[in-house]
């Protein structure tokens, strides 16, 4: 597959900005081929900035709100910990990336308080498990702990023979609690990477909590948490695509509590020089 180089969005994005009145990081969103959806929630109608038949829909009573900050659109959804936003399994169309590859970039200011679901097609519950793929800010059980994580999954059910799903990349840096900042994941087919603010930074072996004991484990489990090694492939499960939450425990649960100012779905692997090209905003 062709990439296009760096220099050459560069380029094509300062020849293209004299007559396009989109936001810098809009023009290097859509620059980068492969997207399927992203919302800047610029609007009311969280519908995809790409014209993507890819609109949100919410709950009565679980509703976020729009706030007036944000790094892509200056403005944002609100999740107070009770709300999310999904898109029907029936409707998701190319967010059920069939490519067995996929890049989730979201921009989020968390307020560290709890785990956070922020995008993705998880559904941990119905069935026994409908997982696809999912960004999570912290998911301290297997080491993720306030870490961005990339979670891929082919069955859709936990890893044997542990009680849950441990495939996820963990990122070394940690989220920190009320400062904006980009958050990411790509999945190749075989590797699982995390990224923050569009750095991707190895992790060495390590033990991983609540595995020992098990089936195969009496000392536990030993892995590279990031690049995460998983050559299994991405499942068709079933799952709706949601933001901000996901089922869990027979109920909708992992909350999001804060802020997310945007999200992009690739149905491909982005290199890590696209990565932290997407990610790219002006901080204040």
């Avoid at 849950?164 to 009320?178: L, N």
């Avoid at 000392?219 to 949601?242: A, C, H, M």
Wanted: glycine residues 12%; proline residues 5%.
């Amino acid at each position: 597959m062709r990439i296009i180089s760096i220099l050459t969005l560069a380029f094509a994005l300062f020849v293209a900005a004299g007559c396009d009145s989109r936001t810098e990081v809009a023009r290097r969103l859509e620059s980068v081929p492969n997207l399927v959806a992203y919302w800047d929630f610029a609007g009311e109608d969280f519908l995809s900035a790409t014209g993507e038949d890819a609109t949100l829909q919410g709950e009565h009573g679980s509703m976020p709100t729009l706030v007036a900050e944000g790094p892509l659109s200056g403005r944002a959804l609100h999740f107070d910990g009770d709300d999310y936003l999904y898109i029907p399994y029936a409707e998701t169309g190319g967010l059920n990336v069939q490519s067995g590859e996929v890049t989730v970039v979201a921009w989020v200011k968390w307020t560290a308080e709890q785990i956070g679901f922020v995008a993705g097609m998880w559904n941990e519950y119905e069935d026994g498990g409908k997982r696809q793929y999912g960004l999570f800010v912290s998911l301290p059980h297997y080491n993720g702990r306030n870490q961005v994580c990339g979670h891929i999954s082919r069955t859709g059910k936990p890893t044997p023979p542990f009680p849950y799903s441990i495939d996820y990349s963990a990122s070394p840096q940690r989220v920190p609690a009320d400062e904006w900042c980009a958050v990411a994941f790509t999945y190749d087919g075989e590797y699982i990477r995390s990224y923050f603010n569009g750095k991707f930074e190895e992790r060495e072996e390590e033990l991983i909590d609540h595995t020992t004991g098990f089936e195969g484990y009496p000392e536990g489990l030993r892995q590279v948490k990031n690049p995460y090694y998983f050559p299994d492939g991405i499942g068709d499960n079933g799952s709706d695509f949601t933001v901000g939450a996901v089922f869990v425990n027979k109920r909708i649960g992992n909350f999001f509590k804060g802020d997310i100012g945007g999200i992009a779905i690739y149905d491909r692997a982005l290199t890590a020089e696209e990565v932290e090209y997407v990610s790219w905003w002006e901080k204040n």
